[in-house]
């Protein structure tokens, strides 16, 4: 039987989710973000989305089973007694006014995600968690709602099981009972008493539980996420009730991945105890914290725990803290009331080169500790020859800092110390470090001031501690640029206090585990835990640390996918229960625990490198969705050693197969980093990509229906290797979706390959026939891509984004064939056919836009790449579409900006500065105009502006004006330039009067030539 198309094959509801995955980014509490971190996790909106949507197919598809059409409209009719799930009368702000239209696929969509009655009335002031219906799946608040979660897993295991006529509602009634199974079974366990001591009918309840566990998830979907990465993806799978896998290669992901998608959902339970028993294990002195929050009952008999796991956690935790701060707290001295500090603040220090200053300088890039609107603290330097001190200043800091355009400004002779010198210093060991303040907590928040004595002299009673002398991989400047300052091993990111904390907690924990229980899984589950609270205190406890001026927060190096070089950095105390402190860590360790609790279903994973054919059996898995590396953007494996080095020490006998490396696997890796391969970014690229397409090939294999891809780079070497795999995989591409992940639209302004959205590619084993004629491939390519731009471009879709949706359509249309051949029977490769595809969709986006070749060709370029960095050739492929100019004279009309091979496009300060009477000659172009009125704009030159516009846009309906409303929708609100463009279009009809009156005046004086 023909198998129905799947929904993500036919629709998505793109707009929505996007809509709370850019608020997904911003959410904490509980967030899987906030247990430990790991970079490029995708949002859970789009996870839960395109998992569902890989799972149930389209309801008006002529194959669909009649019992998913009749689950579809049973359970989709209304939610809290509202028609909640009825497709939208009028589409929010797109262009089309019909009302969508009242079917099963619609209501699908709608289930999915639907935008709220406040957003459709109020728009984009709506606040973000307001924003969608909250009746949504994809919903943040909606994770754990019995009732919308149960309507999604019922809704999968209808199309699951719907299988020779099987009818909806004996359907929905075996999933009743199966999932009751599951609930009774939880209630009989979690409330027997003292359930943690082993005996027969503990045991058997818990064979019970598993058993019910089981038979209801034999009967679901089996989903798999070879690049499990920070375990977004199969948290999804697994919420949604299937049998979720994931693999990951890398050590730390994977010890992230069971603290999130394993032992929460099955230790993370109550638990009552009698209360001898809870004496015993935990002390008097707990019983009197957990009888002041009413957890005692029955008469003072029993204790309820409303979560084993993270009860226990907190408790050891804060053990640890407690044997640790016993040796090791008198470091941190409390000051003459006894208050503890939470925080010092440090400089790293350099030589002035002048030999007659020789002046030893805190590198500083500024003196603010804190810069906010109601308060600002600095640094105020007090100099006396060549001796640096400080005092704190509140208010306004005037001082600019020290080091200026990456070299050293001394602020006691003038004298420049280059780069070179002060990486010289670094490498040699001759920085000293300064304490420059020391930070305390009052009741009024933070407090500054500086060091007293015995802050300063304890430093040098520190013992010195073991070292870490693993080494931090060499070659990556880009990601890891502090090993061309000689910080070489992960050992020379902590200060030598830093390092004793480390290092004790270290010890301490290891103390502990004698007296828990590691032989069982739940004994290991807790160290585990411990692990990762150890790691959060070290992503703070560094010497690159860095502090947020603005929120008065202690933040982890890791901003970027990158550990860039640091001079300043604050030195929180482990003991301190403010943000940054040990405390605090483990409260974001508890919460989410106590966020991801609920279900009773976790993941199976594997610390492997996935494309293993034999991990599963051919066809056994149901779906594949995933989020594989994204080529050469983010060095995964080089940067999680700085965690890896720790769990090394604290869980390396827990998990010893997975920790017997010295430092993360990386030859197996699935990147593009030319580092790994002696600098050949040729090789690093056919590693790449003969690793997916094992991975690929090895899915096909394994895999019995949708394959799902997340995908978010935008170059089109990255997407040729991504395309060449899954083709190479005998998959073929049906869907193709983007879906804006970013919060703001930094992206496009910022030079980075990385989307602002994923591209979501669904595949299937590809159905290839014959062979395709290049020309007729090339016609039926361009149609797809006109109606894909022009249908994203509707619903907001900019940039590469926009372009690189094009290329799933693409090599779907062109995965037809076994071969797709041009005249000359040379065949078609993939690199030809997305260059293809490109020149369609700048074709598709220019169409209708009447202007000069310049013009159109800026307009085109800030559409599909904004601001970004591209390479030399895509700048000549481009000029050749369609248009008669000449790539050079892109450059002398300063449209780009030259950096090496590369360029980016230049905004309209670059080019008024670069030529000095832009837009005043007669043949000037449209942007040349449209840029110098910019300026006069920005120079609030009223009247050269009145001059300027009555020369060239007097009209209302002047091309000019068309240009300057194009740019206003593609540029990235906030910056300069969109600034201006929507300060003009405000005042047009000013302008243009004004404009007409002051050339009479001038007219009449004679004055305008
Ligand atoms: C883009 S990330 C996945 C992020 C994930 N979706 C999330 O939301 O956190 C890709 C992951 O693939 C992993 N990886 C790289 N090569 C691999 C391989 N050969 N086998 C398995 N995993 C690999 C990396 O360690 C990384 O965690």
């Given at each position: ?178 999932y009751k199974a599951i609930k009774d079974a939880e209630k009989d366990l979690y409330m027997t008493i003292?359930r ?9 309840k818990e064979?019970k539980l598993?058993?019910a566990i ?55 339970k109550p638990i009552v ?31 309820k ?295 009773p ?409």
């Open positions: 039987m023909t198998q129905p198309k799947k929904l993500i094959e036919v629709a998505m509801p793109i707009k929505e989710i996007s809509s709370e995955s850019v608020r997904d980014k911003s959410i904490r509490h509980g967030h899987i973000s906030t247990l430990h971190l790991w970079w490029a996790r995708r949002p859970l909106p789009v996870c839960r989305a395109v998992v569902f949507a890989s799972l149930v197919p389209d309801p008006t598809d002529e194959n669909c089973p009649q019992a998913f059409r009749d689950a579809v409209g049973s359970l989709l009719k209304e939610h809290n007694g509202m028609d909640a799930y009825k497709p939208y009368d009028n589409i929010p702000y797109t262009a089309v006014v019909d009302p969508m239209e009242d079917n099963l696929r619609n209501r699908l969509l709608m289930f999915i995600g639907k935008f709220s009655e406040t957003y459709i009335q109020k728009g984009e002031s709506t606040a973000a968690k307001d924003k969608l219906s909250n009746a949504s799946l994809i919903k943040w608040d909606n994770k754990n709602d019995e009732e919308i979660i149960g309507k999604a897993r019922k809704l999968i295991w209808v199309a699951h099981n719907a299988k020779n006529g099987a009818k909806a509602v004996d359907l929905l009634t075996d999933f009743d009972k199966h003292d943690h001591i082993e005996s027969d009918d503990v045991r058997a064979a598993a058993d089981e038979s209801f998830l034999d009967k679901m979907p089996r989903v798999f996420d070879p690049f499990a990465g920070g375990g977004a993806i199969p948290l999804e799978a697994s919420r949604l009730g299937c049998r979720s896998f994931g693999n990951d290669i890398n050590p730390v992901a994977h010890i992230i991945q069971k603290g999130s998608l394993e032992f929460p959902q099955k230790y993370g105890y009698s209360r001898e028993e809870f004496v015993k294990r935990y002390g008097e002195d707990e019983l009197k914290r957990v009888s002041a929050e009413n957890s005692l009952y029955a008469g003072g008999d029993k204790v725990i409303d979560n084993r796991l993270s009860f226990d956690v907190e408790f050891y935790a804060r053990e640890l803290l407690r044997r640790a701060e016993a040796e090791i707290g008198h470091f941190y001295p409390a000051d003459d009331k006894g208050k503890k500090p939470i925080a010092y603040y440090w400089a790293r220090v350099g030589t002035c080169s002048n030999p007659s200053c020789r002046a030893e300088v805190p590198l500083l890039k500024g003196f603010y500790l804190v810069n906010k609107s109601d308060k600002q603290v600095y640094l105020k330097p007090i100099i006396d020859g060549n001796k640096i001190d400080f005092t704190i200043g509140k208010g306004k800091s005037d001082a600019e800092g020290w080091i200026k355009s990456r070299q050293l400004v001394c602020p006691c002779c003038g004298a420049a110390t280059g780069t070179n010198e002060l990486k010289r210093q670094s490498i040699n060991d001759e920085y000293k470090m300064k304490m420059l303040a020391v930070i305390d907590e009052s009741n009024k928040g933070k407090v500054y001031r500086t060091p007293e004595t015995k802050d300063k002299e304890i430093i040098n009673q520190i013992p010195k501690s073991e070292t870490i002398s693993e080494e931090i991989v060499k070659g990556d400047s880009r990601n890891l640029w502090l090993t061309l300052w000689g910080i070489d091993t992960w050992g020379k990111m902590f200060a030598p206090r830093q390092l004793l904390a480390m290092q004790t907690l270290v010890q301490k924990l290891n103390e502990i585990k004698q007296e828990i229980n590691v032989e069982s899984d739940y004994g290991k589950a807790i160290v585990t835990y411990l692990g990762i609270f150890i790691n959060r205190i070290a992503s703070r406890e560094t010497s690159f640390g860095l502090f947020n001026t603005i929120a008065e927060t202690i933040e982890h190096p890791f901003g970027r996918q990158a550990i860039p070089m640091v001079f300043d950095f604050p030195e929180p105390s482990p003991f301190s229960d403010s943000g940054g402190g040990g405390l605090s860590q483990i409260d974001w360790i508890k919460r989410y625990i106590e966020v991801e609790c609920i279900s279903f976790s993941t199976l994973l594997q610390n492997a490198s996935s494309g293993e054919k034999e991990q599963f059996s051919a066809k056994s898995i149901t779906a594949v969705v995933t989020d594989p590396p994204y080529y050469d953007a983010i060095a995964y494996a080089d940067l999680s050693d700085f965690f890896y080095v720790w769990l090394k020490r604290t869980l390396s006998d827990i998990y010893p197969i997975n920790f017997a490396t010295p430092q993360t696997p990386k030859t197996e890796e699935c990147t593009a980093l030319k580092h790994h391969h002696n600098g050949d970014f040729g090789k690093a690229k056919q590693h790449f990509e003969n690793k997916l397409l094992q991975i690929f090939d090895a899915i096909e294999h394994q895999t019995s229906d949708v394959v799902s891809i997340m995908f978010a780079h935008q170059s089109t070497e990255a997407w040729t290797t991504l395309c060449n795999s899954i083709l190479g995989a005998r998959l073929n591409i049906t869907g193709s979706w983007a879906i804006d992940t970013e919060r703001s639209s930094a992206g496009v302004k910022a030079k980075q390959a990385f989307l602002s959205s994923s591209v979501t590619v669904s595949c299937k084993p590809a159905n290839r026939s014959g062979f395709g004629d290049y020309k007729q491939v090339k016609l039926a390519i361009e149609k797809k891509v006109e109606e894909e731009v022009a249908e994203l471009y509707g619903l907001g879709f900019r940039g590469a984004d926009l372009l690189t949706a094009c290329f799933g359509k693409a090599v779907g249309e062109f995965g037809k064939y076994e071969r797709v051949e041009k005249a000359s029977g040379d065949e078609v490769t993939v690199a030809e056919l997305l260059e293809m595809t490109r020149e369609s969709a700048f074709n598709a986006l220019l169409k209708g836009f009447k202007g000069d070749d310049f013009t159109k060709f800026y307009i085109g370029w800030l559409e599909l790449y904004g601001f970004t960095e591209s390479d030399f050739d895509d700048a000549a492929k481009f000029s050749r579409v369609g248009l008669s100019i000449n790539v050079a004279d892109l450059f002398t009309h300063d449209i780009f900006i030259k950096n090496g091979n590369k360029q980016s496009l230049a905004d309209a300060v670059h080019r008024n500065e670069k030529i000095k009477r832009l837009g005043e000659s007669a043949d000037a172009s449209l942007i040349d105009q449209v840029h110098k009125a910019m300026s006069l704009y920005k120079g609030a030159n009223r009247r050269d502006l009145l001059a300027y516009i009555g020369k060239v846009a007097a009209q209302p309906d002047s091309t000019f004006w068309r240009v300057l409303t194009s740019l206003d929708e593609l540029l990235p609100k906030g910056i300069d330039d969109q600034k201006q463009v929507s300060g003009l279009l405000e005042n047009k009809d000013n302008l243009i009067r004004e404009s007409g009156q002051s050339r009479e005046t001038t007219e009449q004086q004679g004055l305008f030539s």
